[in-house]
């Protein structure tokens, strides 16, 4: 029986509250005492006898809050990425900390890497230009069926892109840290599965080269001038990650140069990305302003990861997908039933 807690949200900024608050609201709130986190109003007292901390994105928390938090018994970031959170910082607080790992937008940005990928081969920049121009019948597809897709990382997201590009008839090639199973490559139809070693094997060979890694002092840059110039002419780069998995100058010259057919970004190393930025004015750049994630399936299965965490709590258990330390614990059923 988990008793009743009384946890606090952090939203993000106005411009993006929602779906995130009303899920958060509807997953927590109807069990808890959820409060909404006022940054005008003191913080002291909003802090006061809280047990738990839903972080909206990670990057909502501040030092000052996690000196004011020494009864909170969780901090819970609402997403997956915790690049932008001080962990060490609340590391040294004591304060537990746990994320909504890959499985739960895994989705999301499968289904916007997968958009990228028709857009690029579709020449969309190209159509819309010759749209406005009144020019018709000229711009020339690529057909995905029997194009090379190479995923760098293979967890949620990329398997759930590996599902969806072989709808299309793609040949699929992987690299992780992890092993890949036999049912994995059974299920996904994949033509080569490998470790880090094969990363410029992968980039090498596919037309397509889509990332799915966690940025940490390991990933940074993994896609650098040297990677990029062992990459075919005509192949294309997506990112929805992290930004700053690429080196985003020797991008820009690799596809200002003609050295690389297209890249589609919804990540960048600076975010909000400048309106200027040469990058934004190649004809061969599909951009969005990282919302790969933000879903409405997204919102809602973080909140319910959050939720659990919170039950979990309550309950006198250990918080599920701890980032703060060792404990790397998962719930078999809810990986099952998201990824």
């Given at each position: ?132 121009e009144q020019i018709f019948y000229a711009t020339i597809g690529l057909e995905l069926e029997n194009q090379s897709l190479g995923l760098i990382g293979f967890g949620a997201?990329a398997r759930a892109l590996a599902s969806r590009a072989k709808a299309f008839g ?170």
């Open positions: 029986m988990s008793k009743r807690l009384n946890v606090l949200y952090l939203p993000p900024p106005a411009h993006r509250t929602e779906p995130w608050q009303q899920a958060v609201i509807e997953a927590v709130g109807h069990k808890h005492a959820l409060r909404i986190c006022d940054y005008q109003a003191p913080l002291a007292p909003q802090f006061s006898l809280i047990d738990v901390v839903i972080d909206s994105g990670g990057s909502m928390g501040t030092r000052e809050m996690a000196d004011l938090s020494p009864s909170v018994k969780l901090w819970q970031i609402l997403g997956t990425g915790y690049d932008s959170f001080d962990l060490s910082y609340w590391q040294e607080k004591g304060i537990p900390v746990a994320n909504c790992p890959g499985q739960f937008s895994g989705v999301g940005l499968a289904e916007c890497a997968m958009m990228m990928i028709l857009m690029l081969g579709r020449r969309w920049n190209q159509c819309q230009s010759h749209l406005r997201s793609m040949r699929i090639s992987v690299v992780d840290i992890r092993p890949i199973t036999s049912e994995e490559i059974r299920e996904f139809g994949l033509e080569f599965a490998g470790t880090p070693e094969n990363i410029d094997q992968i980039i090498r060979e596919s037309d397509y080269v889509s990332l799915h890694l966690p940025l940490d002092n390991s990933t940074r840059h993994v896609i650098n001038a040297r990677r990029l110039r062992l990459m075919k002419p005509s192949a294309f780069l997506i990112n929805v990650a992290r930004g700053g998995l690429i080196e985003e100058d020797a991008l820009y010259l690799a596809l200002e140069e003609g050295r690389l057919a297209g890249a589609g970004l919804d990540v960048f190393k600076t975010e909000p990305i400048k309106l200027d930025s040469p990058l934004l004015k190649l004809p061969t750049v599909i951009a969005t302003p990282h919302i790969a994630g933000t879903t409405n399936g997204t919102s809602r299965r973080r909140a319910s990861c959050a939720a659990q965490n919170v039950d979990r709590i309550g309950a006198g258990l250990e918080p599920l997908y701890r980032v703060d330390c060792q404990i790397q614990s998962a719930d078999p059923a809810l990986v099952n039933a998201s990824s």
